[in-house]
Nanobody
Framework: QVQLVESGGGLVQAGGSLRLACAASGRTFTSRVMGWFRQAPGKEREFVCAISRNGDSTYYVDFVKGRFTISRDNAKNMVYLQMNSLKPEDTAVYYC??????????????????WGQGTQVTVSS
């Protein structure tokens, strides 16, 4: 069992930065691929990025490449999402998720077994 709690969301102007954090409980954190998703109003939840179990490999959707960075600290059971050059279209609820998949390139939401409650990110123009 893994419990996930996101934090760090808020209101930021376009071009600004935010750092999201996801605290994970449970002994199996280091055996999980971790991902970030987002859901904007009226839209489906979409994949943003994922990171391998040891943190050496990352996978990003095209529209955040070069702007967002996922990282993890296995000693602290934490996952982070550094978001730079934010755009109004990045406005969404951001979710942290954990997967037991063997390979880190897990994009479908169905590939993740555990989810956090989400944190709101609002980017003003």
């Amino acid at each position: 069992q893994v419990q996930l709690v996101e934090s760090g969301g808020g209101l930021v102007q376009a071009g600004g930065s935010l750092r999201l954090a996801c605290a994970a409980s449970g002994r199996t954190f280091t055996s999980r691929v971790m991902g970030w998703f987002r859901q904007a109003p009226g839209k489906e939840r979409e994949f943003v990025c994922a990171i391998s179990r040891n943190g050496d490999s990352t996978y990003y959707v095209d529209f955040v490449k070069g702007r967002f960075t996922i990282s993890r600290d296995n000693a602290k059971n934490m996952v982070y999402l550094q978001m730079n050059s934010l755009k109004p279209e990045d406005t969404a609820v951001y979710y942290c998720a954990a997967s037991s998949a063997a390979y880190y390139k897990v994009a479908p939401a169905s590939g993740y077994e555990y989810w956090g409650q989400g944190t709101q990110v609002t980017v003003s123009s």
